[in-house]
C-alpha cells in the first residue's frame, strides 16, 4: 500500500504549519499525533503515548522488557516518548510519520538487546520507542504445521500455544524465554533443537512487515531478497516485522533433559576438552551445552563449575546408550535424567525451579533478576587445548560474576549453506561461546568488568575464528565497530558487518540499498546502504 494522494497533502499542509525552531518533547509528539490521526482511520487513544511528563509511567513501560540495566541509567538518553500501537495499521502510521517528521525511530519486541538498541540511541537524538508489546496474537494451525505470531509475543508463549494445541509440535528457537519474538528471529534465533531443525531463521515461511516506504508487505509482495535478508541481517536495518510465519516441528512425547556438574576438582578441564572432540558429532537429538561459572568450592576456596545442561529427543534408556557409545566421560547415569514433556523442558532449559507450571510463560517474564552485564561472542573451530582452558579458569577466578556459555553445533546446522540466510556459522563451526560478565552496582564498577571481558576477549583470540573473528549478531556488541552518527561508510560498517555475516555482508549491503536508500532504519550497527547522502 502506497500513502494516497489525499493524504500526501494532507501532511504538506500540516508540515507548513508546523514550527521547526523550538522542537520540544510535546512538540514533537503533538505533530506525531496529529500525523496519526491524518493516516490511522482509528484513532489512537492518548493511553497508547508515554512520555517523560508522566516520569512513572514513563519509567515503568521504559524498563517493563529492558533487560540491560546498563541502559536505563539516568545518564543514558531517553526517548521523546514512547507509542505502543494497539494494531498493525497504527505500527504502519507510525513509521510513515516518523519518516515524514524526520524523527528517529528504535523498534522494541522483546527488549532483550544487549547494547540497549531498542530503546537507546546512543549516536543520535531525539528519537521515539515504538513498543510492540501489545501485538502478541498467536494463530497456531496444527492441520497445516505452522503458526502465524506477532512480533511482541515471546518465544516462552509461542512455545505454550503451540503444546496447548499438539504435545509432539514445537519450534527451534531461544532457550530464554522472555524473549520477543520479534527482534529475535531477525538475528537467527539458535535453541536447544538447533542441531536437529536448524535456527529460527530456517524455520521461517513468511513474514509482514512495515518498509521504509511505508508499505505492508508479505514475503510475496517483498520479493526473496528482502525475505532473506530479515531472516538473520539483525534487527532494524530492513523494516519493522509485524508478524512472523513459522514451520512447527516434530517433537517426541516424551524428552530427556539433564544437568551434569564438573568442578575443577572433580577433572573439568579433562571433560571439557573431551565434550569439545565430541558435541558437534552426537546423536542430533542431543545437545549438550555447557554452562561455566563460578562457585565456593568443598573446602570454602573459589572455583570453576561446568554444568552440561541438555536435551535429548527421545527417552532416557536411549540418551544412555547414546552417551555410554559417545560421551562416557562425563558418567551421565540414569538418575540424572529426567523424562518429561517437550514444553517442560523447555522450563528446565530455561533454567525454571521444577514447581513452576507451563502457564507462567504466559507472563512473559524473565527469570532473573535484571543485571548490569556486557556480553560478547566467539566460534570456535578446533578444540581448545587444556593448557589454554586453565588460562580462563584463571580469568574467571579474578573476576564477580563471570559466566560463558558453550553451545554445540553440528547436525542440521553445518548441512544448510553459508548464504541460505545472512547467518554465515555454519559448517565447521564446532561450538559457539558466549562470555558473559554481570554487576549490580552501577555505572561506577562498569570499567572494571568491562576491561576484564576485554582482557580475555584477547586471550581467546588465537584459538577461535580468525579472519573474520567471527561473532552472533543477536549478542550485539558495539565494541567491534559502530556507525557514525547521521553517516554510515561501507567499509567501517565492514568491519562488524563480516564478524556477523561474513560474505553475506555485501548482499545485505546490496539490498539495503534498493529498500532503504534514505537509510530510515538505523541504528549503531545497522547495516549501511551504498551511497548514502544525508
Ligand atoms: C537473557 C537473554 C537470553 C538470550 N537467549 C538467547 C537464545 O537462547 N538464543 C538466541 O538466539 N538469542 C538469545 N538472546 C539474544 C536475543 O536473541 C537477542 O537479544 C534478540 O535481539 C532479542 O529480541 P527482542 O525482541 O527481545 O529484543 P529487542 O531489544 O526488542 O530488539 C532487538 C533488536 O531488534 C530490533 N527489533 C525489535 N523488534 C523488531 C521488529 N519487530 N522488527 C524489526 N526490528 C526489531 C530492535 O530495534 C533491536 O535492534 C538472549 C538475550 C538475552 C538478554
Ligand atoms: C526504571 O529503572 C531505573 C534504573 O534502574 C530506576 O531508577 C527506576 O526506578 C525504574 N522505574 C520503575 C518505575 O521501576
Ligand atoms: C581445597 O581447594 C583447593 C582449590 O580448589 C584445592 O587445590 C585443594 O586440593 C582443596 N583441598 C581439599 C582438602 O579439598
Ligand atoms: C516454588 O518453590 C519455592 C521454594 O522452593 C517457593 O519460594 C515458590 O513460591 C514456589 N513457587 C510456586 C509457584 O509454587
Redesign the pocket.
Known amino acids: 500500500m502506497r500513502f494516497s494522494s489525499n493524504f500526501i497533502v494532507l501532511v504538506s499542509v500540516f508540515l507548513l504549519s508546523v514550527s521547526w525552531a523550538t522542537p520540544t518533547p510535546t512538540a514533537t509528539l503533538q505533530s506525531f499525533k496529529q500525523c496519526l490521526s491524518f493516516n490511522s482511520r482509528i484513532s489512537v487513544p492518548s493511553s497508547s503515548f508515554y512520555t517523560p511528563y508522566n516520569p512513572s509511567s514513563f519509567s515503568r513501560i521504559l524498563n517493563s522488557?529492558?533487560?540491560?540495566l546498563r541502559y536505563l541509567e539516568p545518564s543514558k538518553p531517553k526517548p521523546e516518548f514512547i507509542f505502543t500501537p494497539l494494531s498493525e495499521p497504527q505500527v504502519q502510521a507510525a513509521v510513515i510519520c516518523c519518516k515524514i517528521l524526520g524523527i528517529h525511530l528504535?523498534?522494541?519486541?522483546?527488549?532483550?538487546?544487549?547494547e540497549?538498541?531498542?530503546?537507546v540511541s546512543g549516536i543520535e537524538t531525539p528519537f521515539v520507542i515504538v513498543d510492540?508489546a501489545n501485538l502478541r496474537s498467536i494463530t497456531v494451525n496444527i492441520q497445516k504445521n505452522n503458526a502465524w505470531v506477532q512480533?511482541?509475543a515471546?518465544v516462552g508463549e509461542v512455545y505454550y500455544r503451540i503444546a496447548q494445541k499438539s504435545k509432539v509440535h514445537g519450534f527451534p528457537?531461544?532457550?530464554?524465554t522472555?524473549?520477543?519474538?520479534?527482534?529475535?528471529i531477525?538475528?537467527?534465533?539458535?535453541?536447544s533443537m538447533m542441531r536437529k531443525y536448524g535456527?529460527?531463521v530456517d524455520n521461517v515461511l513468511d513474514a509482514r512487515?512495515v518498509d521504509a516506504n511505508g508499505r505492508i508487505l508479505d514475503r510475496a509482495a517483498m520479493g526473496e531478497d528482502l525475505f532473506w535478508a530479515?531472516r538473520g541481517g539483525?534487527?532494524?536495518s530492513?523494516?519493522?516485522?509485524?508478524a512472523w510465519k513459522i514451520k512447527l516441528v516434530p517433537v517426541p512425547e516424551t524428552v530427556t533433559v539433564f544437568t551434569v556438574t564438573k568442578s575443577l576438582e572433580q577433572g573439568a578441564t579433562k571433560i571439557l576438552y573431551r565434550w569439545q572432540q565430541v558435541a558437534d558429532k552426537l546423536d542430533e537429538n542431543l545437545f549438550i551445552r555447557v554452562i561455566i561459572q563460578t562457585s565456593a568450592g568443598q573446602n570454602g576456596t573459589r572455583t570453576v563449575t561446568t554444568s552440561y545442561n541438555a536435551l535429548f529427543l527421545g527417552g532416557a534408556n536411549r540418551l544412555l546408550r547414546v552417551m555410554k557409545k559417545s560421551f562416557p566421560e562425563l558418567g551421565l547415569s540414569r538418575k540424572d535424567c529426567i523424562e518429561t514433556s517437550w514444553i517442560n523442558s523447555v522450563l528446565y532449559i530455561a533454567g525454571y525451579p521444577s514447581n513452576i507450571t507451563a502457564e507462567f510463560l504466559l507472563q512473559g517474564k524473565?527469570l532473573?533478576p535484571k543485571v548490569y552485564f556486557k556480553a560478547k561472542s566467539d566460534f570456535v573451530k578446533e578444540p581448545i587445548p587444556e593448557a589454554a582452558l586453565e588460562g580462563i579458569w584463571k580469568s574467571f577466578l579474578q573476576e564477580d560474576i563471570p559466566l560463558t556459555i558453550w553451545t554445540p553445533y553440528g547436525g542440521m546446522m553445518s548441512r544448510i549453506s553459508e548464504s541460505a540466510t545472512p547467518f554465515p556459522h555454519r559448517k565447521g563451526t564446532l561450538f559457539k561461546i558466549q562470555y558473559v560478565t554481570a554487576w549490580v552496582d552501577g555505572e561506577k564498577s562498569e570499567k572494571k568488568h568491562i576491561n576484564w571481558m576485554r582482557k580475555l576477549y584477547k586471550y581467546m583470540a588465537p584459538y577461535v575464528s580468525q579472519s573474520p573473528r567471527e561473532a552472533?549478531v543477536?549478542?550485539?556488541d558495539l565494541e567491534l565497530g559502530m556507525n557514525k552518527k547521521r553517516s554510515t561508510s561501507y567499509s567501517q560498517a565492514k568491519v562488524w558487518g563480516e564478524k556477523y555475516f561474513k560474505d553475506n555482508f555485501n548482499r545485505l549491503v546490496r539490498v539495503k540499498t534498493i529498500f532503504d536508500p534514505e537509510n530510515f532504519f538505523r541504528?549503531e550497527q545497522s547495516i549501511p546502504p551504498l551511497r548514502f547522502y544525508r
Open positions: 522488557t529492558a533487560q540491560n528504535r523498534v522494541r519486541s522483546g527488549g532483550h538487546d544487549y540497549g538498541l531498542s530503546y510492540l512480533a511482541g515471546t528457537a531461544g532457550l530464554c522472555s524473549l520477543g519474538i520479534g527482534g529475535h531477525t538475528g537467527g534465533a539458535y535453541g535456527l529460527g512487515i530479515i539483525g534487527g532494524a530492513f523494516g519493522v516485522i509485524l524473565p532473573l552472533y543477536n549478542y550485539r541504528h
